[in-house]
């Protein structure tokens, strides 16, 4: 059987509509899990957010409302190093 250029050209027009629904396909698939991480990221701020601030009405039947703060801040920096930590733990 004789291929001619034709049929070459067709054959690889044909392959590069393919590979563009895949593209297509793997970009939506990113996108919606990129929505995800960062709904996933604005949740658990809120929930670390909500967490200090329990922390600090705990700590407020304890101590004056400065010295709450204060100690607030060490912990928000604690938890903040601890943070940086593990992702250059993870990025090495």
Not at 18 to 38: F, I, K, N, T
Not at 47 to 66: D, E, I, K, N, R
């Amino acid at each position: 059987m004789k291929t001619t250029i034709s049929d070459l050209v067709i054959a690889f027009l044909d392959l590069l509509e393919a590979e563009g629904r895949q593209l297509r396909q793997s970009a939506m698939d990113l996108g919606l899990s990129l929505g995800v991480v960062v709904l996933a990221m604005v949740v658990g701020g809120v929930a670390v957010g909500f967490f200090l601030w329990g922390v600090y009405q705990m700590l407020l039947t304890w101590f004056t409302p400065p010295v709450t703060a204060f100690l607030m801040s060490l912990l928000a920096l604690v938890l903040a190093l601890v943070l940086l930590g593990i992702a250059r733990w993870l990025n090495r």
